[in-house]
Every structure is written in C-alpha cells, then in structure tokens.
C-alpha cells in the first residue's frame, strides 16, 4: 500500500470522528472520552486498508472496495451531519420537509462521493496530482479528466441513488416511525443509516461498472 493511500485513509477517519462527534453533540449524547474519536477513527482507517490492501494482492476488487467503503463512511457521516444541521435549524424531523433536507443532505455527500471516488478510489490518485498542473488533462488518474458523459452517467447513477436513499429513509421514519421509544430526531439519524446501506450497494455497483468502468 502506498504512504498517499495510508495517508488519505487516515485523513478520512480522522474526518469521520470529527463528523461523529459533532452529530453526538448535536443530538444530545454524551460518549466519555469522545474527543478521541478522530485520532482512533484515523487509525482505525489507516489500518483497515492496510489488511485490505494484503488481502488484494489476493483479490484484487478487495483493495478497491475498500476504499470505496471508507469514502462511504465520510460519505455517511456527511449525509448524517447535513441532515442534522438542518434539523437542528429549522426544529423539524419529519414529515416532507424531512424528505427535502435528506435529499439536500444527500446530494451534498454525493458530490463528495464522485471526486474522492474518481480520483482515489477508481483511479490513481498520486500521477492525478503530480499532473494536475502540468498537462491541464484535468485532476483525474491515469490522464483522465471529467468529461460530459462521465458527468451525465454520473448524475444518472446519483438519481437512481438518490430515490433508493431518499426512499428508504423517508419510508424507516415516516411510514414505520420511531421505535423502541427512540427520539424524532435520534430516529432520523437511523432512517438515514439505514437508507446509506442501500444506498452504498447500488452506488459501488454503479460507480465501478458504469460511471468509472475502464
């Protein structure tokens, strides 16, 4: 595995402890200690595309999975983190203006989902940055650049994902509806989460053999 990979894969989990903690102090939970979350998210990431990358040199989508799993995560925590900000706004967590602010926060996370996607997960990321100035081909690995199909598959991909995402969500916290005796707004989150598993298997699927198919 290479140092950039390393490096990025722990910048992602460090990014998805800061995204957590916020959440739990946005929906009220108190963890001991949750100030660390970054630092072992970090490492937690780090590590994990290490085995990854050992058990790819075996099978080889492994490695690639991988990587697309952690750009979901920081894709999740995203979603979860928009979702909550507006809630937090506008006092409301359910009904259809829910469905409007999941799909708000939902296509936040998408566009951050195409460009770690392209750039790292289904390219090479290094040669990317090492010629993004020089031969003006776009920020892209392996020369490629953002082009109109790639966009035009990729918001393709996007919808059909948005309405899987959207979808489920809204039908986990408006027609089930909090359960357990979960809060509103606890309740959302697990929509959403929920929401981002189905959604995962269909952008992995649409990302690797469509958007980004080589």
């Not at 990854?52 to 999740?76: D, R, Y």
């Not at 506008?90 to 829910?98: D, E, L, N």
């Amino acid at each position: 595995m290479k140092r950039l990979d390393a490096f990025l894969a722990a910048l992602i989990g460090f990014l998805n402890g800061v995204f957590l903690w916020l959440i739990l102090g946005q929906i009220g939970m108190e963890i001991p200690f949750s100030w660390i979350l970054p630092i072992v998210f970090a490492s937690f990431g780090a590590f994990g595309l290490y085995i990854a990358s050992l058990i790819g040199k075996k099978i080889l989508i492994i490695f690639q999975a991988a990587k697309f799993f952690l750009v979901g995560t920081l894709n999740t925590f995203i979603d979860l983190g928009v979702l909550n900000i507006l809630i937090s706004l506008t006092k409301i967590a359910k009904g259809p203006f829910y469905a409007v602010f999941k799909a708000i926060s939902f296509l936040v996370a998408t566009t951050n989902s195409y460009f770690w996607n392209k750039f790292w997960t289904f390219s090479s990321f290094a040669p990317a940055f090492a010629k993004a100035s020089a031969d003006k081909q776009g920020f892209g690995g392996q020369g490629k650049k953002v082009d109109r199909k790639e966009f035009a598959k990729f918001f393709i991909v996007t919808f059909i994902g948005l309405l899987i995402n959207v979808g489920v969500a809204s039908f986990v916290v408006n027609t089930i509806g909090p359960q357990f005796g979960i809060s509103e707004i606890i309740w959302a989150s697990i929509g959403a989460i929920i929401a981002a598993f189905f959604a995962f298997l269909w952008n992995f699927t649409g990302s690797k053999f469509i958007v980004f198919k080589k």
